[in-house]
């Protein structure tokens, strides 16, 4: 009886060892060269065998592409495909990128960040934290930009609207998770944060 086409055969059991562990590595290549979103573990489990480790497969394609100008980026709870940064210049030059690029002035990247660090928040705790209103534009933008997000509603009076931070602004900022945020003590040592 043949196969649906939706089946896969995930334990190679016909291929020797090497060939197995090969083919399951392309296997998650072609996935995250697929995806335009990372890629979850339990994902990439679906197209490998029972005896595969999604982490193991993941470190040897990495290494495999050592030297190449993308690479395996672990970021927003899984994997994806990244152009090294080096090649930037040269895929603006070359390709339509136009829409791309984040347009953040040094203002929206310190708001962004505000969200980052004290999510969920309000536009009042950003006034808060900046001692001026934040405009709806500007919340706006980052919104459009897949950035922030809503959160909870508050539970002030009025119930205003929160924001948080979302997947998106995990990958474009290469993150797994907020853990991965520079811790703010150091960076008020630093000079970078002023004292709240």
């Known amino acids: ?19 197995r562990w090969r083919d399951w590595m392309r296997r998650i290549e072609a996935v995250l060269f697929a995806s335009a979103s ?3 573990r339990d994902a990439l489990a679906r197209v490998v065998g029972q005896g595969a480790s999604v982490d193991l497969l993941i470190a040897d394609l990495a290494a495999d592409l050592e030297g190449r100008s ?3 980026a672990q970021v927003a709870g ?14 603006r030059a070359a390709a339509d990128v136009a829409g791309q690029d984040l347009d953040l002035s ?3 990247t310190a708001v962004l960040a ?11 705790g950003l006034k808060d934290i900046f001692g001026k209103e934040i ?6 933008r980052l919104h459009a930009q897949g950035l922030i997000g809503t959160g909870p509603r508050s539970p002030q009076r009025g119930a205003p609207y929160t924001f948080v931070t979302t997947d998106q602004f995990l990958v474009v900022f290469g993150m797994e998770s907020l853990r991965d945020l520079p811790d703010r003590d150091q960076l008020v040592d630093d000079g970078v944060l002023a004292e709240s």
């Open 70 to 72: 993308f690479e395996v």
């Open 135 to 140: 405009s709806r534009d500007l919340i706006g």
């Open 114 to 124: 505000a969200v980052a660090y004290h999510q969920p928040i309000t536009r009042d």
């Open 106 to 108: 040094t203002f929206d």
């Open 1 to 19: 009886m043949a196969r649906e086409k939706s089946e896969i055969d995930r334990e190679l059991e016909e291929l020797p060892a090497e060939l």
């Open 38 to 40: 990372p890629v979850s």
């Open 78 to 91: 899984g994997w994806m495909l990244r152009t090294r940064p080096a090649y930037a210049h040269a895929i």
